[in-house]
C-alpha cells in the first residue's frame, strides 16, 4: 500500500496560482501511474491529470493549458502547477497512485478560488 501526502491547496483569487504536492511513501519509480483528481461539494470525483512512470501527460478539458502534472522520481513527489485559476476550480483535491494493480488516495488538499 502506498501513503500519499497532498499539501499546497489554499485560497486564492482568480487568475492566481497554487502549486499541489503529493509525497509518496514508497519510490514513485514503482508507481506505474499517478495523478491529481477533485471532488467539489455535491459533485463526484473527477479527473484532473495524470502522469505515467514515462512522464505522458493526460489532462481534463477543463484544466488544459492551464495546469501541467510533473513528478519527481528522486523525491517520489507528484506537483500540480496550477495557473489561471478560476472560481470552478474550488475543489478538494486528491493524489492518486496506481501500484501493482492497487489504487491508491491521499486524504485531499482544499482548494478554494474567490472571485
Known amino acids: 500500500q502506498v501513503q500519499l501526502v497532498e499539501s499546497g491547496g489554499g485560497l486564492v483569487q482568480a487568475g492566481g496560482s497554487l502549486r499541489l504536492s503529493c509525497a509518496a511513501s514508497?519510490?514513485?519509480?514503482?508507481?506505474?501511474?499517478m495523478g491529481w483528481y477533485r471532488q467539489a461539494p455535491g459533485k463526484q470525483r473527477d479527473l484532473v491529470a495524470t502522469?505515467?512512470?514515462?512522464?505522458?501527460?493526460n489532462y481534463a478539458d477543463s484544466v488544459k493549458g492551464r495546469f501541467t502534472i510533473s513528478r519527481d522520481d528522486v523525491k517520489n513527489t507528484v506537483y500540480l502547477q496550477m495557473n489561471s485559476l478560476k472560481p470552478e476550480d474550488t475543489a478538494v483535491y486528491y493524489c492518486?497512485?496506481?501500484?501493482?494493480?492497487?489504487?491508491?488516495w491521499g486524504q485531499g488538499t482544499q482548494v478554494t478560488v474567490s472571485s
Open positions: 514508497v519510490s514513485t519509480f514503482s508507481i506505474a501511474v
Open positions: 502522469i505515467t512512470i514515462g512522464s505522458s501527460t
Open positions: 492518486n497512485a496506481i501500484k501493482s494493480g492497487r489504487v491508491n
